[in-house]
């Protein structure tokens, strides 16, 4: 397996894994990364593709350099490796909305986290991501998403599938 890298508008690149043991034909797993002044991880991926994720982050930033993480949920593939990202990441801080902190993301997080408002905005520095709860959808109470204002890319997960 490997992770392939795209990107996907100006500084934001999609990292996709393709497992092919998963279902009757594979599945691809993405993670996506906002490189700015404070890069912005998007889906922490599952703890065993950790490895190939985050030699192709290196491939785009510094891992020092990775100020933010968070991700639409709580499941395996979208927060699994979660405290695998805070370890090699030092400056990275877990920031979800106000709900998923309060139900999962304080007591499971290594470090503590940012805690986002509805519609809230963070200044990622050449970038702008805001962040939108959207209980249940895809599943969860805890889901939100978040759009990054500068080129007008929304991203998601688990929807469409």
Not at 96 to 115: E, F, K, T, V, Y
Request: charged content about 20%; proline content about 7%.
């Amino acid at each position: 397996m490997q992770t392939s890298i795209a990107e996907i508008a100006p500084s934001i690149y999609r990292l996709s894994t393709f497992v092919p043991d998963v279902g009757p034909t594979g599945f691809t797993f993405n993670q996506f990364l906002i490189d700015a002044d404070e890069p912005l991880l998007f889906h922490y991926g599952q703890r065993s593709l950790f490895p190939l994720i985050v030699e192709a982050v290196k491939t785009v930033i510094p891992l020092g350099k990775l100020r933010w993480t968070t991700c639409s949920h709580v499941e395996g593939d979208e927060s699994g490796a979660l405290n695998q990202w805070l370890a090699a990441a030092p400056n990275a801080q877990p920031a979800h909305g106000q709900l998923g902190c309060n139900i999962w993301l304080s007591d499971m997080a290594d470090r503590p986290p940012r805690a986002l408002q509805d519609n809230e905005l963070l200044d990622l520095g050449g970038k702008r991501v805001r962040w939108l709860d959207t209980p249940h959808v895809p599943h969860n109470w805890d889901a939100g998403l978040i759009y990054e204002e500068t080129t007008g890319t929304l991203f998601s997960s688990d929807l469409f599938i």
